[in-house]
């Protein structure tokens, strides 16, 4: 990115590390659908940037301080009734995803969403709705057949920008939850 933004949209996520990132990439070759981001768990979905780029970094930097690295746990396949777009649950990790989430969505970056936090991975869709049956059905088979563990460390969120097309999101700082080495982080860098 050449300069700092001033206006846009941004979210806060964490990417899946590998093989899940390969393994739910080929889910949605498999399946269909329309939507193509990068595997992740969002924390901050989007919403307007309404202050200066640093005082966001600063205020989420701030946040952050005292959450340790967590591991979170996917568990069943399942669809959102209001979208048709099929998602992993979250199980174990989703507390502290919850209150990463309710911590952060406040001052600068509060926002009212148009949906419930549910921690989760979007796999695909949407869908029309007379096909989502077979679909999750198809899903189900291919999460339960598949070989990668369902667990994984979270240790690092990525802030998201784009100025107004959803589908090109630029990463614009990456956030270390404390105890992570740095050897061990998939940098922002990596993922685009």
Same mark, same amino acid.
Not at 15 to 32: A, C, H, I, K, S
Not at 68 to 81: D, I, M, R, W, Y
Not at 132 to 149: C, F, I, M, V
Not at 162 to 171: A, I
């Given at each position: ?69 967590? =591991?979170? $746990? +996917? !568990? ?6 209001? @979208?048709?777009?099929?998602?992993? &649950?979250?199980?174990?990790? *989703? ?10 969505? =406040?001052? $600068? +970056? !509060? ?6 936090? @549910?921690?989760?991975?979007?796999? &695909?869709?949407?869908?029309? *709705? ?33 100025? *107004? ?28």
């Amino acid at each position: 990115m050449t300069k700092m933004p001033d206006g846009g949209l941004i979210a806060l996520v964490c990417y899946l590390p590998e093989p899940l990132n390969t393994t739910l990439q080929n889910f949605r070759e498999v399946l269909g659908g329309s939507y193509s981001a990068i595997p992740h768990i969002t924390i901050l979905a989007p919403r307007p940037l309404q202050a200066g780029i640093e005082a966001v970094e600063q205020y989420i930097t701030a946040t952050l301080a005292p959450y340790p690295a967590f =591991t979170v $746990e +996917l !568990s069943q396949l399942l669809s959102f009734p209001a @979208t048709n777009v099929l998602y992993l &649950a979250v199980d174990a990790g *989703s507390d502290v995803l919850t209150h990463l989430h309710v911590a952060l969505n =406040t001052g $600068e +970056l !509060s926002y009212r969403e148009a949906h419930e936090f @549910t921690p989760h991975v979007t796999v &695909a869709g949407p869908f029309d *709705s007379t096909a989502l049956p077979g679909l999750l059905e198809r899903a189900n088979e291919l999460w339960s057949t598949q070989g990668s563990t369902r667990s994984f460390p979270v240790r690092e969120l990525i802030l998201l920008w784009t100025d *107004s097309d959803v589908h090109r999101w630029e990463p614009l700082r990456s956030f270390t939850l404390r105890n992570t080495p740095k050897e061990l982080l998939a940098t922002a860098a990596n993922r685009t």
